[in-house]
Structures are given as C-alpha cells and as structure tokens.
C-alpha cells in the first residue's frame, strides 16, 4: 500500500449533543455473543463541522429499544419487524451523542439514541459542498 502522510484526516469530534445525521453504510454481522445486528455508519453534521460514528443495532429483547428509537427517528415502521441494510442505508435520522473517552484509544463520538424527527428539529447550516442535498 502507498499513501501520502499529508493525506492523513484527523477524525473530527463534536460535543455531546442532538445532530441530524445519515446512515451512510449499513452491514449485516453477528454481535460477539452471535445476535443479528447491523452495523451503521452515521455521518453527522454539525454547524461548522462533519463527523462520524458507529453504531449497532442489535436483535436482542433488551436492545429493541434502540432498533425502535431508530425506525422512529428514520421514519420506519418498526411493527413490520423488519429492518435490513438496504432499508437502512441512506437515512436521515436524528441522533443523540457523547463524547466516550477510552484509554489508550482516540476520543470518539457515541450514540446514544435515536431521536424523533419533526419540524421542531431545527437543521444545522450546511458545512460545505459535500453535504447531501436534504440538508441543505
């Protein structure tokens, strides 16, 4: 592999708060324990900056919550029981973040949950020309 140092991004955090986002990616795995799950990728856009973070949504009666709170926020019926990557991917959802601090690991942003949508939710002002038109 050959790559150029100056190439290097550094992984942009924002603080704890409620940010609009979209799953970028979404891939069917197992979890450690083997439980379904999927695994996203959200992009979330601040007012003046954009970051990423990981999420799993895992098939287990004590994490359903989350899978709810998530089809709500992407606007899904989560009474059809059924989400896949396909269905997820490219939605536009509301999160809830921290900053999770781990030793010996950089600083990352967390989910913590997913929000409800509404016109109550006011939409961060575009960072550049790479945000997604329904952010705009």
């Known amino acids: 592999?050959?790559?150029?140092?100056e190439d290097e991004v550094t992984a942009s955090l924002l603080p704890d708060g409620e940010y609009e986002a979209v799953v970028?990616?979404?891939?069917?795995?197992?979890?450690?324990?083997?439980?379904?799950?999927?695994?996203?990728?959200?992009t979330i856009y601040g007012s003046d900056v954009t970051a990423t973070a990981?999420?799993?949504?895992?098939n287990t009666p004590k994490a359903l919550w989350k899978v709810r709170r998530f089809c709500e926020s992407a606007e899904l019926d989560f009474s059809t029981g059924v989400l896949t990557p396909d269905i997820a991917e490219g939605r536009n959802v509301r999160i809830a973040t921290v900053i999770e601090?781990?030793?010996?690991y950089r600083d990352k942003n967390k989910?913590?949950?997913y929000l409800p949508r509404g016109p109550q939710a006011a939409r961060p002002a575009p960072v550049d020309d790479d945000?997604?038109?329904f952010l705009r």
Do not use: C, H
């Open 1 to 5: 592999m050959k790559f150029s140092p």
């Open 24 to 42: 970028s990616r979404a891939e069917e795995k197992f979890s450690a324990n083997g439980n379904e799950m999927i695994e996203l990728t959200l």
């Open 54 to 58: 990981f999420d799993n949504l895992v």
């Open 101 to 104: 601090r781990q030793t010996g």
């Open 111 to 113: 989910v913590v949950d």
């Open 131 to 133: 945000v997604p038109e």
